[in-house]
């Protein structure tokens, strides 16, 4: 009989692996089923995901690969044929399936390749963009620090405290071992240590401008590291330990000219100053581009707030200089101020005190020229007379000109008869000339106006003294007048290169030719003759009698009319042409009464005595008072004086008919004594006609009188033939036309 084997296997061989095999699938059929519910998931939860279509079929693809596995569990016992077909369909599937995902990820790989490679760039960038970050965050705390210390340094205008600010908040925000300040000297030639901020170099120490290092570093605008062992970076020995890092850097001075601290040169070419800055010493800490940047900045800030702090300290010296000048100038002014008020006053005193007597002086001798006189008797009074009137003449020539120096005279501009004032000039001067056996002719040309608007009596003035001149200055032969209207093309003058005409349809410039047969001028001596108290040295040899101020008064009367006066002569014993454009208005026709009494017809009859008529004369001079009512007696009236304002209310009457004050009476306002004068008669009849005795020129004067209702004015000194001409127009007219 065979032996048995006992013990036999629980499973065989065969059916073992089958076993495993069996639940391998199971478990990979498990795998495969529940990956695409976690990619179902993810895609649910992905908003963003690019390849939704590619999880799908990749999902599918495991799912068939799930489905075969589990398909394959019944294979391992019999099967129908049924489940063979199931199983190569899921197998064919699934094969389609892989082969389609595999091609599929040929196409994606270069995709996911690419979004890797900007995945690296994007993460680059966000690397360099930290980097710049850093560099924006630095270069802020840089601006930080350079607005703090450029408010630090320009928070004031001194030059020394600006700069030793500087040096103290450089060190502050960079944390530096020293900083200093090297300035050049007057000479130009050596750098001197003039700041530092911990001292440990002594003030005042000084290197060569021309050091290879001092050039390295004025040679740019950089700041530049230099050698801690070189003459501007030389400190006190630390020990043992290792010197910082040390910059350089250069401050322009800007306009170094107007410094001017101590020492400093005095150059306008540009130079620098030489900043070091230096890192603690013993230290691993180096210079960053930022700090350096910062050194940079800072540097141009301080040469900009020395430029400031220099162009203040300019200004503000400019600013001291005008203040002294201004006050120099306003004392000046106050000082010519006073002067011209002295000088005024002392002309109007001199003008009131100088006329009295010499009214005196001319009444008394017009009237003693009227008595009996033996021919040299009648010689000598004559003589007086024409000195007299010299002087007064003098005088007026002294007033007119001190007004016109300082402005107070103005034209009187009015309408007035043109031909008729050139034939009163004629009719004045004829009588002198015939007793020198002159002839004087005047030619007036067709085209000149009648009448034109001007101030009649200076030009009248102006005319009488030149034809006066030509009178006085000829011996034979005579005097031709001719006036005309200057055209366009002769109006400029080389020898008036100021005289600039202004032609216009409402006015003319009338052109005046005085020529003589005189003595004439040297022509040397012409532009001498136009200044004051100036004379040819020809003719002042000769006893002209004249004072020098009549042409200087004509040119400045010219002036204010808008003219040009000049003289024209071929040397001496070649007579003279004086010539002279002014300009004037052109007027109408005018009415007989704005015709001025110049240029009126002569009074109805002339009246050589007055019998009977009541005057009465108010005047506190006891002189003057007598010498009037000598020349009032002498024509036949009845006269009665008074000294005084009050006196002169008491006397008057209507039995006066006229009635002479007086207007430089102290203490007294006449113009308000005229005023009680009206008021004490209502009615213009009984009234006497009040007529002013002044010495005062001025035509404030004169407004003045007229204003409170005076008659007439008349100028002192007056002579016989004058108050005659006086008295005769009040009778006629009731009114002087004109200041006599």
């Given amino acids: 009989m065979e032996a048995c084997n006992c013990i036999e296997p629980q499973w065989p061989a065969d059916e073992l692996l089958m076993r495993y095999q069996y639940i391998s699938d199971f478990f990979i059929a498990l795998a495969y089923f529940s990956i695409p519910l976690e990619l179902i998931y993810f895609v649910k939860k992905s908003a963003v995901f690019p390849y939704r279509w590619v999880l799908v079929q990749f999902g599918a693809f495991i799912v068939l690969c799930g489905a075969t596995h589990l398909i394959n569990l019944w294979t391992f016992t019999m099967h129908s044929r049924t489940v063979a077909i199931v199983m190569t369909a899921a197998k064919v599937l699934t094969a389609a399936v892989s082969c389609a995902t595999a091609l599929m990820l040929v196409h994606i790989i270069p995709d996911l390749l690419s979004v890797k490679t900007r995945e690296l760039f994007l993460k680059n960038k966000a690397a360099e963009l930290d980097r710049e970050m850093g560099l924006i965050r630095t270069q802020e705390e840089t601006g930080r620090h350079v607005r703090m210390l450029t408010h630090e340094i320009r928070s004031t205008l001194d030059r020394h405290t600006i700069l030793k600010t500087t040096l ?187 006329r009295t007597p010499m009214h005196a002086i001319i009444a008394l001798s017009s009237l003693l020229q009227e008595t009996e006189l033996t021919p040299e008797q009648r010689l000598m009074v004559e003589t007086i007379l024409k000195s007299s009137n010299l002087l007064a003449t003098l005088i007026n020539d002294v007033l007119d000109l001190s007004r016109l120096e300082d402005g107070s005279l103005r034209l009187d501009i009015g309408p007035f008869d043109l031909h008729g004032l050139f034939k009163e000039v004629l009719n004045l001067i004829k009588p002198i000339a015939s007793v020198k056996k002159l002839f004087v002719t ?200 008074v000294g005084s304002g009050d006196e002169c209310l008491r006397a008057v009457s209507n039995e006066h008919k006229v009635v002479f004050m007086d207007v430089s009476v102290p203490g007294l306002d006449i113009y308000e004594v005229a005023v009680r004068i009206h008021e004490k008669f209502s009615k213009r009849h009984d009234r006497p006609l009040i007529v002013a005795l002044t010495g005062n020129t001025d035509r404030v004067t004169k407004e003045s009188c007229l204003r409170v209702g005076m008659d007439g004015v008349v100028l002192k000194p007056v002579s016989v033939d004058k108050m005659r001409s006086v008295l005769s127009e009040l009778l006629d007219h009731g009114v002087l036309l004109e200041s006599q």
């Fill in 442 to 641: 005047l030619s007036l040309s067709s085209d000149l106006p009648e009448y034109a608007i001007g101030d009649e009596k200076r030009l009248m003035q102006i005319m009488l003294n030149i034809v006066g001149n030509a009178v006085k200055f000829s011996k034979e032969g005579g005097i031709s007048i001719s006036a005309f209207v200057a055209k366009s093309d002769s109006l400029r003058d080389p020898r008036a290169p100021d005289f600039f005409p202004v032609p216009s349809d409402n006015h003319f410039y009338l052109r005046v030719q005085v020529k003589d047969t005189g003595s004439g001028i040297n022509p040397q001596d012409i532009p001498k003759l136009f200044t004051k108290f100036a004379q040819s040295q020809s003719l002042a040899t000769k006893n002209s009698g004249g004072s020098g101020l009549g042409l200087a008064i004509c040119k400045r009367f010219v002036n204010l009319m808008d003219g040009h006066i000049w003289l024209e002569s071929d040397g001496l014993g070649k007579g003279c042409t004086a010539v002279f454009m002014v300009k004037l208005g052109i007027g109408g026709r005018l009415n007989e009464a704005k015709i001025p009494y110049a240029s009126r017809a002569p009074v109805n009859h002339v009246w050589t005595n007055f019998p009977g008529l009541k005057v009465l004369v108010m005047d506190d001079n006891g002189v003057s008072r007598m010498v009037t009512k000598g020349l009032l007696v002498h024509l036949g009236c009845d006269v009665t004086t």
């Fill in 168 to 354: 103290v908040e450089l060190g502050r925000t960079l944390a530096l071992e020293e900083c200093a300040l090297w300035m050049p000297t007057r000479s130009g030639v050596e750098l001197q240590l003039s700041y530092t901020l911990r001292h440990q170099n002594p003030v005042g120490f000084t290197v060569p401008i021309q050091l290879p290092v001092i050039n390295q570093v004025f040679s740019t605008n950089r700041a530049v590291k230099i050698s801690p062992n070189s003459p501007v970076a030389r400190r006190r020995p630390s020990g043992r330990y290792m010197p910082g890092e040390v910059v350089a850097v250069r401050v322009p001075l800007l306009h170094l000219s107007n410094f001017q601290i101590n020492d400093w040169p005095e150059l306008s070419t540009k130079r620098y100053a030489l900043m070091v800055l230096m890192l603690p010493s013993d230290s691993a800490r180096q210079w960053h581009v930022h700090e350096l940047e910062l050194v940079e900045v800072v540097a141009d800030q301080v040469a900009v707030a020395l430029s400031h702090a220099a162009i203040l300290e300019e200004s503000m010296r400019a600013r001291d200089l005008l203040m002294e000048q201004n006050v120099a100038l306003d004392l000046a002014r106050r000082e010519a101020e006073t002067a011209v008020r002295a000088r005024n006053d002392f002309l109007a005193v001199m003008n009131h005190e100088m």
